[in-house]
């Protein structure tokens, strides 16, 4: 994934030097979720889902863009094996590639949509916890067999889409909101297209 993301990035590095017009067609965005991916789980929000978005437009309709996303949350307290207390503090992290495709029919509104391949990971530790959910000091010398054991991060490449619009106050800045599943099921944030 690691060489997918670099290759990415050299590609649209490559596009910008070979575009030489006044109008430029990179794009950035900076997003904060209004929905994080495990609201349903009832987890509590430590870090609020962020995401950083640069894209390339090949035409008026298709544009190719690479994407950055985290988020941290904190499960609600579970019972374990019978009678131990514990919280899962999640950090979660997710790249990929995008491609968008673009309906410009309004004067002031983009709309888009797409699928993004995109890499997840966790990295997940667990904090056990008493009865009144107060983190117990750390295991000198934590176990290694399971079920107690926190498995290690492992991450995932999974195919996504995605649906939004753009709203253009002024030429060059935007407003946007996204409705995909990413660092979190709902994004708001700012548009920038360069000159």
Excluded: C
Aim: glycine share 8%.
């Amino acid at each position: 994934m690691k060489r997918l993301t670099w290759n990415a990035i050299f590609l649209l590095a490559t596009l910008s030097v070979a575009a030489q017009s006044s109008k430029s067609p990179w794009s950035f965005d900076a997003g904060a979720g209004a929905l994080p991916t495990f609201i349903s789980d009832q987890a509590q929000v430590n870090i609020w889902p962020v995401s950083l978005q640069a894209g390339y437009r090949f035409s008026e309709l298709f544009e190719l863009g690479i994407y950055a996303g985290l988020s941290s949350s904190t499960s609600a307290t579970v019972v374990e094996f019978g009678s131990e207390l514990a919280r899962y503090e999640n950090v979660h992290l997710v790249t990929g590639l995008r491609g968008e495709f673009h309906a410009n029919r309004f004067e002031r509104v983009d709309l888009y949509g797409g699928f993004m391949l995109a890499y997840y990971r966790s990295f997940v530790d667990r904090i056990a916890v008493d009865e009144i959910g107060v983190a117990l000091p750390p295991d000198p010398e934590p176990s290694t067999n399971k079920p107690y054991a926190v498995p290690e991060a492992t991450g995932k490449v999974l195919p996504t889409g995605f649906v939004g619009a753009i709203y253009f106050p002024a030429e060059r800045i935007g407003l946007f909101a996204e409705l995909g599943y990413a660092v979190s099921l709902v994004q708001v944030g700012l548009h920038v297209k360069l000159r």
